[in-house]
């Protein structure tokens, strides 16, 4: 009952930030922070009720995984919203948050036990870095999204008044840059811990073959990415298209991976 | 309501040459308004002087703006538009909300009205019924400006400019910009970048006496033809508005500055005809270019979009006008029903004058009379406050008189 409350707080708080973007009135505004505030709040405390003796970190299964990388991204965005510049990021990111939200909670609340294996050391060094990693990719997409979407009102000329409320260009620029950085510090840094844990459980490497290969070509993408950006100065538009790419690939691979190869990774391979 | 009275000589009536001689503040009309209850408020921008006044004598404030602009009275008629009753208020509350202005929806005549609003109370030129009537002239402003999106849209081409910057680079003080050209063009959108805070401002012109010219007035860098270069590689926002029959600034040249930038964005706005940069030069990555047409189309736009907005504007204000008629209506009413008693006392007081009854007898007289006529008048009075309309009161005060008789006491 509580997991979908915050669902519909999260839907709510993505209608009030929708609602400032076209009508920027400071109660508007305020009533939204709020809202989000309640939503991170009961997520937080659904994600912690998770855990248990049987079960020390919420990552236990690609479902809680994605559960917690909505929550560090939606942890990234409460901080946007309090500033006025870029309050409206928002409207962009919530309802997205909602739906991923609403279409994993009916898996969330059967609960899930930790295996002997993920009581290991490298286990939550290994998951809680790719799922920081994931959320702030994930930050990088919204805010590409919305980048695209702003320069091409600009490239127009007409500055419709939705647009008033949008971040300038460099703002936008600016924190895209960061959070791939940031990100992919993360991503690398838990592919390392899970290459440690995976060699620490003495498996047959073939047999998460398929997640090494999904994982590299993700890896490789926000590497390319990065490496444009930094080394030629790729800004704006292009690093957005890519940023735009690589997360839609990111997604396929770890819906992929965990569908279709069930046994190749996480609680699988812990078995 | 009906005594307030406005005389506008604007943009509509009267040519520059009359309206420049017209400046009138509040303090030139602190003479007319210390002889009685009269208020006078005054209003002087770039395209109109204006002056609203309640309780003073027309003729005699007319010929008081005519002997301070040094106008003849007779050529002060013919310029004026005089507006009086609930069309002064209406036309107040347009021309606050930028309705009434050249062009329509602009924002500075409300700083403008409250400046003078300012002066006004300083100079003690205002009371009751002015100083209501500005501030529902400023609530009738903020609400248009607000409820309305007439004022959302840049209308002029270096506004349109400065959003277009704004919403590439946010704060633009932090910018280099970058003048080429120093005609009214270019220095009118390098006048208005600075006004939103451009700090780092450098101007390029073939003649470089005029760029030190512009460069003085704006607190920039002048800097000769030869630097363009260097400037397009260190600055973010470029405005250029120069006569060359030629593109100044060329794809080539572009494409070598961009990589040189490190594709750092650059927005440039090309005001000149013919252009001073090649259209080409716009698909570089990151360079966002505007030529004046396609900013021209965009403010045609803004424009045709403002006039639709006229129409919300205007039911705003015609609503607000209605307000401000009731408030002063019941006004109006509270002293009309202060005059009918006053009439009453002179009435009773005449009648026991003329009588030779014993004081005893007079007293009960007087009592009688007054209570009789209080029952009478008490309807009237009734009436009046639950219907305090322009039309009940005119014709109460038509009835009993009470102009004519309010004047006779006073002299009296």
Not at chain 1, 74 to 94: K, W
Request: hydrophobic share 50%; aromatic share 8%; proline share 4%.
């Amino acid at each position: 009952m509580i997991l979908w409350i915050m669902v519909l707080l999260y839907v709510l708080t993505g209608v009030c930030f929708i609602t400032y973007l076209f009508w920027r009135r400071r109660p508007v505004v305020l009533i939204a922070r709020g809202m989000f505030l309640a939503s991170i709040a009961i997520h937080i405390l659904l994600t912690l009720s998770m855990t248990g003796p049987a079960c020390p970190i919420p990552l236990a299964s690609p479902v809680q995984a994605a559960n917690m990388m909505v929550l560090l991204a939606s942890l990234v965005f409460i901080f946007f919203a309090f500033r006025r510049q870029t309050a409206v990021l928002g409207a962009f990111f919530l309802p997205v948050a909602g739906v991923a939200l609403g279409m994993i909670a009916p898996r969330l609340q059967a609960g899930e036990g930790a295996l002997p294996a993920m009581f290991q050391a490298w286990y939550p060094l290994h998951t809680v870095s790719v799922v920081a990693g994931e959320a702030l990719f994930a930050v990088a997409f919204v805010v590409s999204v919305v980048y695209l979407i702003h320069e091409g009102i600009i490239r127009k000329g007409h500055l419709h008044w939705s647009a008033a409320s949008l971040p300038p260009l460099k703002l936008l620029d600016r924190i895209l840059s960061a959070c791939l950085g940031a990100g992919f510090v993360a991503i690398t840094a838990g592919m390392l811990f899970g290459a440690l844990w995976a060699s620490s459980l003495d498996v047959d490497l073939s047999q998460i073959a398929m997640k090494i290969s999904a994982g590299a070509a993700m890896w490789l993408v926000f590497a390319f990415s990065l490496h444009q950006r930094f080394a030629i100065r790729w800004s704006g538009r292009r690093t957005a298209l890519i940023t735009i790419a690589g997360f839609l690939i990111m997604i396929i691979l770890f819906v992929g991976v965990n569908l279709a190869y069930p046994g190749a990774h996480g609680a699988g391979l812990a078995r | 309501m009906n005594r307030l009275g406005c005389l506008s000589i604007n943009h509509r009536s009267a040519p520059v040459e009359v309206r420049e001689k017209v400046v009138l503040s509040p303090q030139d009309f602190r003479g007319l308004c210390a002889r009685g209850r009269g208020e006078v408020y005054a209003l002087t921008t770039c395209n109109r002087s204006e002056v609203y006044w309640t309780g003073v004598d027309e003729l005699a404030l007319l010929q008081h703006v005519a002997s301070l602009s040094g106008v003849s009275g007779e050529d002060l008629r013919g310029y004026c538009e005089i507006f009086r009753g609930e069309e002064a208020i209406r036309h107040l509350f347009m021309v606050a909300s930028g309705l009434d202005s050249l062009i329509i929806g602009e924002n500075q005549i409300l700083g403008q009205v409250k400046d003078a609003y300012r002066q006004a109370l300083a100079a003690g030129t205002t009371s009751t019924f002015l100083n209501k009537a500005l501030h529902r002239t400023f609530r009738t402003a903020k609400r248009v400006r607000t409820e309305t999106s007439i004022g959302r849209y840049p209308v002029s081409v270096a506004s349109q400019a400065v959003e277009l910057a704004c919403h590439i680079f946010g704060d633009i003080s932090a910018s280099p910009v970058l003048v080429i050209g120093a005609g009214d063009m270019a220095g009118i959108a390098a006048r208005r970048l600075k006004d939103r805070g451009a700090g780092d401002l450098c101007i390029i012109n073939r003649t470089f006496s005029a760029a030190c010219d512009l460069a003085a007035e704006l607190g920039g860098k002048p800097r000769s033809f030869s630097a363009l270069r260097e400037e397009l590689l260190r600055c973010a926002i470029v405005i250029t508005s120069t006569g060359s029959p030629a593109p100044i600034i060329t794809r080539a040249m572009m494409d070598g500055v961009m990589k040189q930038r490190r594709n750092e964005p650059m927005i440039i706005i090309d005001i000149a005809v013919p252009r001073d940069v090649e259209p080409e030069a716009g698909k570089c990555y990151n360079c966002y270019l505007y030529d004046i047409d396609a900013l021209k189309s965009i403010v045609d736009k803004h424009v045709s979009f403002r006039q639709e907005e006229t129409d919300k504007a205007l039911t705003i204000v015609s609503a607000e006008v209605g307000r401000f008629a009731r408030w002063a209506g019941s006004l109006d009413a509270q002293a009309t029903i202060r005059d009918l008693f006053s009439l009453m006392d002179e009435y009773i007081a005449s009648e026991m004058g003329a009588n030779s009854l014993e004081p005893r007898h007079a007293a009960i007289v007087e009592q009688k009379l007054r209570s009789s006529l209080k029952r009478y008048l008490h309807r009237v009075a009734s009436y009046l406050k639950a219907h305090p309309t322009l039309t009940n009161i005119e014709q109460t005060r038509r009835i009993f008189q009470l102009d004519e008789d309010y004047q006779d006491r006073h002299k009296g």
